[in-house]
């Protein structure tokens, strides 16, 4: 199945700052790429998708840039804000899902 | 919610009883998916299903089991082999397509002292 690596595994921000988190994985064939946000006790939710045609996709504070060539792909997030705080999954599309272990993000106001 | 519902929220049991989790869609997904998560953790897929009346194992199926036999439903089992079932289960569905979004439930908190 697909391989998929995501760095950081925790990520510490001041508010106002950037944060990227970047995933790598290994199925060239994998055109679909979404971005899940998860807040403690609730389900995942969809916050930005990508498809292997496009490079780079934006949504007010939030950005996904992938390079299939290098088969990488990452999140954006632009003046974050403490609701920002939660972990990021990100995931990569065969016949399933294949998400990322995960990273925790943690403004700090 | 998007659609999916699971039952219940919590769910506590006596170590070596089965237990039934519940999915149901409404968005007429053909594929259909159960995850388990620990505290702290990611994502890791029990069983799948792409099609009414057919199912595959994920990476993490050993003491567990599912059925699908409509569309819109997709139990699934916690067998008393399952050494560590306490955890967060979530379900979730997408279309056949592999282009899309996939949707998930509330999740199903289970406890088993």
Known sequence: ?109 | DGGITQSPKYLFRKEGQNVTLSCEQNLNHDAMYWYRQDPGQGLRLIYYSQIVNDFQKGDIAEGYSVSREKKESFPLTVTSAQKNPTAFYLCASRPSDRGHEQYFGPGTRLTVT
């Open chain 1, 1 to 109: 199945g697909e391989n998929v690596e995501q760095h950081p595994s925790t990520l510490s921000v001041q508010e106002g700052d950037s944060a990227v988190i970047k995933c790598t994985y290994s199925d060239s064939a994998s055109n679909y790429f979404p971005w899940y946000k998860q807040e403690l006790g609730k389900r995942p939710q969809l916050i930005i998708d990508i498809r292997s045609n496009v490079g780079e996709k934006k949504d007010q504070r939030i950005a996904v840039t992938l390079n299939k060539t290098a088969k990488h792909f990452s999140l954006h997030i632009t003046e974050t804000q403490p609701e920002d705080s939660a972990v990021y999954f990100c995931a990569v599309s065969d016949y399933k899902l294949s998400f990322g272990a995960g990273t925790t993000v943690t403004v700090r106001a």
